[in-house]
């Protein structure tokens, strides 16, 4: 079973910048990819950003291109997202996920088999 461990989550003026971290462990070579997905509170889980680790191809949500980066460190089975400008709305409990199914654009939850514990961003005004 892969087990995932999220870390870097805090509070933030808006305008700052955060960095979270995520790293695998356990049977790692199952994995085709790993993302990262938020929830506020009342409201749905949302995609954030994805990477595949045979291309190192990456994926944004439109909301968060341009402020937030996706990374990931294959040898270390971690990613990273590294957010800039953040907004208050970007509030939210923040997720990492990672897939052992191959897709060809891995923005859906659905694809996603294990999940981390969450980290809380929380963004002031």
């Known amino acids: 079973q892969v087990q995932l461990v999220e870390s870097g989550g805090g509070l933030v003026q808006a305008g700052g910048s955060l960095r979270l971290s995520c790293a695998a462990s356990?049977?790692?070579?199952?994995?085709?990819?790993m993302g990262w997905f938020r929830q506020a509170p009342g409201k749905e889980r949302e995609f954030v950003a994805a990477?595949?680790?045979?291309?190192?191809?990456?994926y944004h949500a439109d909301s968060v291109k341009g402020r937030f980066t996706i990374a990931g460190d294959r040898a270390k089975n971690t990613v990273y997202l590294q957010m800039n400008s953040l907004k208050p709305e970007d509030t939210a409990a923040y997720y990492c996920?990672?897939?052992?199914?191959?897709?060809?654009?891995?923005?859906?939850?659905?694809?996603?088999?294990?999940w981390g514990q969450g980290t809380q961003v929380t963004v002031s005004s």
């Open positions: 990477i595949k680790w045979s291309s190192g191809t990456t």
């Open positions: 996920a990672a897939r052992s199914v191959l897709v060809v654009v891995p923005i859906r939850s659905s694809d996603y088999r294990y």
């Open positions: 356990g049977p790692t070579f199952t994995l085709y990819g």
